[in-house]
């Protein structure tokens, strides 16, 4: 199994992640859209890069802001795979 960060860990973790924010036992990060179907083109894309990397994302919807909660559901918090996939998603962001 995937092993949990420590504190420190984490913290350094989201030093290269500014736009993530730890809550309790998991990161979160809102991003808004130009329109609706940008957003759900960019959810399908994080989609296929949760399943290739099999690790998946939590994703409210609303209109065109989304927002991303990640842990670890085996692991009961955040580990490295958190830490990938919220890179994957800041890389997969369309430009402004
Ligand atoms: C069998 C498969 O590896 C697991 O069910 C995966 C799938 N995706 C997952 N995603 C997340 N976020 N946490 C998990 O523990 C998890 N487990």
């Known amino acids: 199994m995937t092993e949990l960060l420590s504190n420190a860990e984490i913290d350094d973790a989201l030093t290269g992640l500014p736009e993530w924010t730890l ?3 998991s990161i979160t990060r809102t991003v808004e859209l130009p329109t ?3 957003a759900i083109e960019f959810v399908s894309r994080v989609a296929a890069a949760a399943e290739a990397a099999d690790h ?3 994703i409210d919807i609303r209109w065109r802001k989304l927002h991303f909660t990640l842990s670890t559901h085996s692991a ?3 580990t490295q795979k958190d830490v990938r ?3 994957e ?3 997969l962001l369309p430009d402004d």
């Open 76 to 78: 009961g918090g955040l």
């Open 85 to 87: 996939l919220a890179h």
């Open 23 to 25: 809550d309790n036992r």
């Open 36 to 38: 609706f179907p940008v």
């Open 89 to 91: 998603i800041d890389s």
């Open 56 to 58: 998946h994302p939590d």
